[in-house]
């Protein structure tokens, strides 16, 4: 059995064939330098919380092949093409290729040579982090374009590195896919505690350095400020770009499996015979996650389906909570975030601890729910929201109180 791509969902589902004890060969094929590693902790080894080696990955029995792309698939004939010009044959093939970061239609976005001008970054990969943190240790002042999960999650690692850092950021406010307008400005000033300045509803529109009126405005072609709608310029020798993922499709997409945003695939996870995809590459009832849990779920699936464990499990889709702990930036969301005709809103704000809760209940269930700041009860809540149990008589007690079980421990 082959999988293509040696990130976190195909670390997972290795791990969980040698679980459910499968007697199939498996080999992983890594693009990356190392095996799989936890990439949603990238950034803290940026922070030094973390040391690239901590964040590898289990793969049960499966052997592991790195540094050698698959750079074509011929499913008819079940063989893959490594970049080293070697072909191997495969019985059942996983696609687990991940996403590539969006890169935004920016003037000056790339130097002399073609890739991305020397000072600008996009953070996936420990590759990645081991250019910024070269960088960051000269560099005197950082911008992040994006102000998602990634954007914050790389402004906050930036600033434990000391530099002063500032977000521009196109939306209303802060993660306003997970957060509502109180919550993002706990989040802002937090960050703004640590030093990272926030521009919200701001665009950027080109980076100096670039060929701006005709002229090269840096000799060296380094990145050295970054041009805003408004006419704002802000200064910064390291840039960082957080403005999205796009799924990691066109291997699928030229050996003419079925592609539109990710690679279709059906509750089976199949999306030809023979044939998977799984993680921030699969497409899955027109959704594409981006996040480590769906993917572990989906890796789960296959497991249990290609193992003989379960051969009828399918992959229905998911509730996903969306969580950030980065240091002091804190946050939990679920569900949905407005309010409307009878729903009840419960709020508890603290602005000197940083703290934000808010709940929304119809009669006694849950809809959804932020925490941010503190995070001691986000297990208790969202286990309650995923199972749709009642939030019983006392809800504001699930934003205050700890967990029943934690204080039986
Ligand atoms: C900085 C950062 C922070 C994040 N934080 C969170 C978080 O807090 N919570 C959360 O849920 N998610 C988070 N994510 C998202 C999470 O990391 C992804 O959802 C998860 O990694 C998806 O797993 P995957 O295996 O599908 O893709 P990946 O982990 O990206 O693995 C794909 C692998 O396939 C390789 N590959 C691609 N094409 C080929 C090829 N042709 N040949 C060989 N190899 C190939 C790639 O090089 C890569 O190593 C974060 C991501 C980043 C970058």
Same mark, same amino acid.
């Given at each position: 059995?082959?999988?293509v791509?040696?990130?976190?969902?195909a670390?997972?589902?290795?791990?969980q064939l040698?679980?459910h004890g499968a007697d199939?060969?498996?080999t992983?094929?890594?693009?990356?330098?190392?095996?799989?590693?936890?990439?949603?902790?990238v950034a803290?080894?940026?922070?030094g919380?973390?040391?690239?080696?901590?964040?590898?990955?289990?793969?049960?029995e499966?052997?592991v092949?790195?540094g050698n792309?698959?750079v074509?698939?011929?499913?008819?004939g079940?063989?893959?093409r490594?970049?080293?010009?070697s072909?191997?044959?495969?019985?059942e093939?996983?696609l687990?290729?991940?996403?590539?970061?969006?890169?935004?239609?920016?003037?000056?976005l790339f130097?002399?040579?073609?890739?991305?001008?020397?000072?600008?970054h996009?953070?996936r990969?420990l590759?990645?982090c081991?250019?910024?943190?070269?960088?960051a240790?000269?560099a005197?002042?950082?911008?992040?374009i994006?102000?998602?999960?990634?954007?914050v999650s790389a402004a906050r690692a930036?600033?434990?590195c000391?530099?002063p850092?500032e977000?521009v950021h196109q939306?209303?406010?802060?993660l306003?896919?997970h957060?509502?307008?109180q919550?993002a400005?706990a989040?802002r000033d937090?960050l703004a505690g640590?030093?990272v300045t926030?521009?919200?509803?701001?665009?950027?529109r080109?980076?100096?350095?670039?060929?701006?009126?005709?002229a090269?405005l840096?000799?060296?072609?380094?990145?050295?400020?970054?041009?805003?709608?408004s006419g704002?310029r802000?200064?910064?020798?390291?840039?960082?770009?957080?403005c999205g @993922?796009r799924p990691?499709?066109g291997?699928? &997409?030229? +050996? $003419?499996l079925p #592609?539109r945003y990710g690679?279709?695939? =059906?509750? /089976?996870l199949?999306?030809a015979?023979?044939?998977?995809?799984?993680?921030?590459?699969?497409?899955?009832?027109?959704i594409t996650h981006?996040?480590?849990a769906?993917?572990w779920e989906?890796?789960d699936?296959?497991?249990?389906?290609?193992?003989?464990?379960?051969?009828?499990?399918?992959?229905?889709?998911?509730?996903t909570l969306?969580r950030?702990?980065?240091?002091? @930036?804190?946050?939990?969301?679920?569900?949905? &975030?407005? +309010? $409307?005709p009878g #729903?009840?809103?419960l709020?508890l704000? =603290?602005? /000197?601890?940083?703290?934000?809760?808010?709940?929304?209940?119809?009669?006694?269930?849950l809809?959804?729910?932020?925490?941010?700041g503190?995070?001691?009860?986000?297990?208790?809540?969202?286990r309650a929201w995923?199972d749709?149990r009642p939030a019983g008589?006392?809800?504001?007690s699930?934003?205050?109180?700890p967990p029943a079980?934690?204080?039986?421990?």
């Amino acid at each position: 059995m082959a999988v293509v791509g040696a990130g976190m969902a195909a670390a997972r589902f290795a791990q969980q064939l040698a679980e459910h004890g499968a007697d199939a060969e498996v080999t992983l094929y890594g693009g990356e330098p190392v095996g799989p590693y936890n990439r949603a902790l990238v950034a803290d080894v940026l922070t030094g919380l973390h040391r690239p080696a901590d964040l590898a990955l289990p793969t049960g029995e499966a052997r592991v092949r790195t540094g050698n792309e698959v750079v074509a698939l011929d499913v008819a004939g079940r063989t893959l093409r490594l970049a080293d010009g070697s072909e191997e044959p495969y019985d059942e093939l996983v696609l687990a290729t991940g996403a590539n970061p969006v890169l935004p239609p920016l003037r000056g976005l790339f130097g002399p040579r073609g890739g991305l001008r020397p000072g600008l970054h996009a953070l996936r990969s420990l590759a990645d982090c081991a250019r910024i943190a070269a960088d960051a240790a000269t560099a005197r002042r950082a911008v992040v374009i994006g102000g998602g999960v990634l954007g914050v999650s790389a402004a906050r690692a930036l600033a434990a590195c000391g530099l002063p850092v500032e977000i521009v950021h196109q939306g209303p406010h802060l993660l306003e896919r997970h957060l509502d307008e109180q919550a993002a400005a706990a989040v802002r000033d937090t960050l703004a505690g640590l030093g990272v300045t926030t521009y919200a509803g701001n665009r950027a529109r080109a980076l100096d350095g670039a060929e701006l009126d005709g002229a090269e405005l840096d000799g060296a072609g380094r990145v050295a400020g970054v041009r805003l709608a408004s006419g704002y310029r802000l200064d910064a020798d390291l840039v960082v770009l957080a403005c999205g @993922v796009r799924p990691r499709t066109g291997l699928a &997409h030229g +050996a $003419g499996l079925p #592609v539109r945003y990710g690679v279709q695939v =059906d509750d /089976t996870l199949a999306c030809a015979p023979h044939t998977y995809a799984l993680g921030d590459c699969a497409e899955h009832r027109g959704i594409t996650h981006g996040l480590a849990a769906p993917a572990w779920e989906q890796a789960d699936v296959l497991a249990a389906r290609l193992s003989g464990a379960d051969p009828g499990a399918r992959f229905t889709g998911t509730r996903t909570l969306a969580r950030l702990s980065a240091g002091p @930036v804190q946050y939990a969301a679920f569900g949905e &975030h407005a +309010a $409307g005709p009878g #729903v009840d809103v419960l709020r508890l704000g =603290d602005a /000197t601890r940083g703290t934000y809760k808010k709940l929304l209940l119809r009669g006694d269930r849950l809809l959804g729910g932020v925490l941010v700041g503190d995070l001691g009860t986000a297990g208790t809540l969202g286990r309650a929201w995923l199972d749709d149990r009642p939030a019983g008589p006392d809800p504001l007690s699930l934003l205050v109180a700890p967990p029943a079980y934690a204080v039986r421990q």
